[in-house]
């Protein structure tokens, strides 16, 4: 089965620096997609970025990049310039196209101070 | 407006007392699921479907009973709720093919509480 690990429960983040959150997958199949949620206070889950990963060029969203590792099943996600309207809990996921479900990790808090 | 709508948002209850959390699309999207989220555990599927009256279970359907009538519509029907289904509840819907496959349009959660 596959399986997401997000090995931070937390993080900080100074403010205008830059944060990488971690997150590494298990499955058996080559090609899947790979996705970061973020869930502010509000509840709300928000796509940050999406991977395809047939696709080895790593994906960006303005301050958002990730870094896709295929051989080592590692999908880490970057903020740079982080901005206070960045704290929130942020889950990794993994969907693959017949598993008709996104499996998602147990989600990083990032916390940014001022 | 693209949205998925769920309802009630909160709701405290008593164990045994059946209850609905409705949920509905307005993008007519094939797919559509349940998720509860509890700490540390991220978000668990508990049910999902395909298609109208094509309903499967997810990795904790225990406890819960889902039915898809209308492509727009997958409400959540629990019914003899115990503690233990105190939970943050999400329905999510997507297309099936396409350029976005994977990628999930969530409601905006309801908080459930059974005392």
């Known amino acids: 089965a596959q399986t997401v690990t997000q090995s931070q429960p937390e993080m900080s983040v100074q403010e205008a620096e830059t944060v990488t959150l971690s997150c590494t997958y298990d499955?058996?199949?080559?090609?899947?997609?790979l996705f970061w949620y973020k869930q502010p206070p509000s509840r709300q889950m928000i796509l940050v970025i999406r991977q395809e990963a047939y696709k080895q060029q790593n994906a960006t969203e303005n301050r958002f990049s990730v870094n896709f590792q295929k051989a080592a099943k590692s999908f880490s996600l970057k903020i740079s310039d982080s901005q206070l309207g960045d704290a929130a809990m942020y889950f990794c996921?993994?969907?693959?196209?017949?598993?008709?479900?996104?499996?998602f990790g147990a989600g990083t808090i990032l916390r940014v101070k001022s | 407006e693209a949205q998925v709508t769920q309802n009630p948002r909160y709701l405290i209850t008593v164990t045994g007392k059946k209850l609905t959390v409705t949920c509905s699309q307005n993008?007519?999207?094939?797919?559509m699921s349940w998720y509860r989220q509890d700490p540390g555990l991220g978000l668990r599927q508990i049910y999902y479907?395909?298609?109208?009256?094509?309903?499967d279970k997810g990795d904790v359907p225990e406890g819960y009973k889902v039915s898809r009538k209308e492509k727009r519509n997958f409400p959540l029907i629990l019914e003899s709720p115990s503690p233990n289904q105190t939970s943050l509840y999400f329905c999510a819907s997507s297309l099936i093919r396409g350029p976005n496959t994977g990628e999930l349009f969530f409601g905006e959660g309801s908080r459930l509480t059974v005392l």
């Open positions: 479907s395909m298609n109208v009256e094509v309903t």
């Open positions: 996921a993994y969907y693959w196209e017949y598993g008709n479900k996104l499996v």
């Open positions: 499955t058996s199949e080559s090609d899947y997609y």
């Open positions: 993008m007519n999207h094939e797919y």
